[in-house]
T-cell receptor
Framework: QQQVKQSPQSLIVQKGGISIINCAYE??????FPWYQQFPGKGPALLIA?????SEKKEGRFTISFNKSAKQFSLHIMDSQPGDSATYFC???????????FGTGTRLAVRP | GAVVSQHPSWVICKSGTSVKIECRSL??????MFWYRQFPKQSLMLMAT?????????EQGVEKDKFLINHASLTLSTLTVTSAHPEDSSFYIC???????????FGSGTRLTVV
């Protein structure tokens, strides 16, 4: 049973545009929601993360919006650049557990 | 920041042979390490979780006799693919967690090709 649903599967954005990736979760016990960026042939790297006690977190061009009541969270990449082209995974974890539950991933391509 | 070194980055082996992949935490003690498998254009699939000095816990459907995991120290875990076959060809990624509950760091991955 997939516990974190991610959309879209792929996304093409023009340079300078806003990239938006959405995730929804089912398990209300999740209390930490990280986003990972993965380049081809590399392991995932933590991009930004949020806890459910805040509705938004911003780090540079990257922002997470969190809607606890809807059990949804999203990643916004402002002023998208070709170097942002990668696969993005949302994830969720319970503080009492130790396994990350990953979304299915979004392949982002930023056109020059 | 926390760094996890994974070697080799790629390996080609003949069918029937065994391959060992190493995962080292360079600047922190990894109380728990995770091994993932990733197929092209797919998400990461957790294979097993290992705690230092304990037997690994394998996810359902993962053959523990085929994918041997050893976590003998707080900085090193190894995954050995025994009697490899072409269907074992994949991208294998390790992840290490230290004392911080949410501190996961991933290795750079190993591309295994079995011919």
């Amino acid at each position: 049973q997939q516990q974190v649903k991610q959309s879209p599967q792929s996304l093409i954005v023009q340079k300078g545009g806003i990239s938006i990736i959405n995730c929804a979760y089912e398990n209300t016990a999740f209390d930490y929601f990280p986003w990972y960026q993965q380049f081809p042939g590399k392991g995932p790297a933590l991009l930004i993360a949020i806890r459910p006690d805040v509705s938004e977190k911003k780090e540079g061009r990257f922002t997470i919006s969190f809607n606890k009541s809807a059990k949804q969270f999203s990643l916004h990449i402002m002023d998208s650049q070709p170097g942002d082209s990668a696969t993005y995974f949302c994830a969720a974890i319970r503080s009492s557990g130790d396994k990350l539950t990953f979304g299915t991933g979004t392949r982002l391509a930023v056109r020059p | 920041g926390a760094v996890v070194s994974q070697h080799p980055s790629w390996v080609i082996c003949k069918s029937g042979t065994s391959v060992k992949i190493e995962c080292r935490s360079l600047d922190f003690q990894a109380t728990t390490m995770f091994w993932y498998r990733q197929f092209p254009k797919q998400s990461l699939m957790l294979m097993a979780t290992s705690n230092e000095g304990s037997k690994a816990t394998y996810e359902q459907g993962v053959e523990k006799d085929k994918f041997l995991i050893n976590h003998a120290s707080l900085t090193l875990s190894t995954l050995t693919v025994t009697s490899a076959h072409p269907e074992d060809s994949s991208f294998y990624i390790c992840s290490a967690r230290g004392d911080a509950s949410y501190g996961y760091t991933f290795g750079s991955g190993t591309r295994l090709t079995v011919v």
